[in-house]
């Protein structure tokens, strides 16, 4: 292993992480925007509402990232649609991870107990009323958990926008390989990075469960 | 002030309610007794809509309940006659993450626009009434079961309601903690709130009731004052029941 050659290019990898970093953070509140709203269309008894949302989740987990992100920046000039790379991934990456959000805050409301919206409902609050004060401030907390695993999945799968030429962590590491022959350094740099980054992540997720665990 | 005609409730193939009428005056107290299965909670989830009906009418105070309306203007004419019922269910449904005050001030805060202010003394004296004041900032779960069940009385009461419907409230507490909860249902019904009780508490039933419903198959099978009811049943299916309850 040749430990030079590693310290002279980390100061690249560093710079490509952060890339990885900020794909990763706004392909998160992409998801998970359109996770919350889809989710709550999902629950809605209005099938102008869930119809739309149904079909979304089962496009985007049923067709893999990689062929989304194609479709994106490659196809979508053909449509009218001209991204930079970097828009083109967080888009992409921010709608498939936002179908696995969609189901994991789905299945977070309906575990809260059914009890819960009729109580709700019966000192007459609306649909909407209940689910922000009681359904909801319930169910984020059964969230968490699953969220963050989604979160870490993004992180992981941001690899794939190497393919549409983002500079990120993947990427950089093939551009130094062609040009160092040295994949097994290469590749082990990158993934020193990206468990760099995913333990800070997972962290964070589980402080962010043990502080909003349900006061007893 | 509740006024149900001809009801008519399937789940599915099933019919659990057969063609219900009955009638309840404001102030009156109204039992509703019958085995498991007969139809006692969903006939009471009706009369706010927690349940649709297939057929008949519900009537509350001048309103029919199961309007032909749709979508929309059929939950806003619900959520306003919700407004006026309150209701208080066998498992408590107390909200987790709220305290008992905020349990307590959550609604008439969202919906009447109460001031913080006056909706805490509301709490305070609804808790006094229910004897939970010192519990006033307790999480439910901190609280026991009679006491659960006090405050979501307390919870129900915070809207003023006109007419409160009980599910079996003592149903699924321990027997030492029943008296405490039924007490504060004898209170209220001094207090002329007109009240309709689905219980399994015959003796409570006879002791706080005006008029009392006996419910099998999802029919009336017979309706009287508590004393005829109890002690003179004329159907051969009431006696058969009160036999049961009372060996
Ligand atoms: N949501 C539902 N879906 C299908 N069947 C239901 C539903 N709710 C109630 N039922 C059925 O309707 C019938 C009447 O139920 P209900 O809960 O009204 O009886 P009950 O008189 O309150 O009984 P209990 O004394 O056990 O509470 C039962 O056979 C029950 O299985
Ligand atoms: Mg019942």
Known sequence: ?216 | MIQVADLHKAFGAVEVLKGIDLTVERGQILAIIGPSGSGKSTLLRTINHLESVDRGEIWFDGMLVNQPLRGRRFERHVNRIRQHIGMVFQHFNLFPHMTALENITMAPMLLKKTPRREARELAESLLRKVGLLDRIDYYPAQLSGGQKQRVAIARALAMEPKVMLFDEVTSSLDPELVGEVNKVMKQLAQEHMTMLIVTHELRFAADVADHVLFMADGVVVEEGPPAQLFRAPAQERTKTFLQEVFK
């Open chain 1, 1 to 216: 292993m040749d430990v030079a050659l590693i310290v002279r290019v980390s100061r690249f990898f560093a710079e490509a992480a952060w890339v990885t970093v900020e794909i990763s953070v706004l392909a998160l509140a992409l998801g998970l925007c359109v996770g919350f709203a889809a989710a709550l269309a999902k629950v809605s008894d209005r099938a102008v509402l869930s119809l739309p949302a149904r079909v979304y989740v089962s496009v985007f987990r049923g067709t893999p990232a990689l062929i989304q992100l194609f479709i994106i920046y490659f196809g979508g000039p053909q449509i009218g649609l001209q991204l930079e790379p970097f828009a083109a991934g967080v888009l992409g990456l921010g709608l498939n991870i936002g179908a696995y959000m969609t189901e994991s805050i789905r299945g977070a409301i309906v575990a809260v107990e059914r009890g819960q919206s009729e109580a709700a409902r019966c000192l007459g609050l609306g649909h909407l009323q209940a689910m922000r004060k009681v359904i909801l401030p319930q169910a984020a907390r059964l969230m968490i958990r699953p969220l963050g695993v989604n979160s870490i999945a993004l992180i992981k799968g941001s690899a794939l926008v190497s393919a549409i030429s983002v500079v990120e962590l993947t990427y950089t590491a093939h551009r130094f390989i062609s040009s160092t022959y040295r994949p097994f350094e290469m590749f082990m740099l990158s993934a020193a990075f990206y468990l760099l980054i995913i333990s800070a992540a997972s962290h964070l997720i589980r402080t962010l469960d043990a502080r909003f665990a349900l006061r007893t």
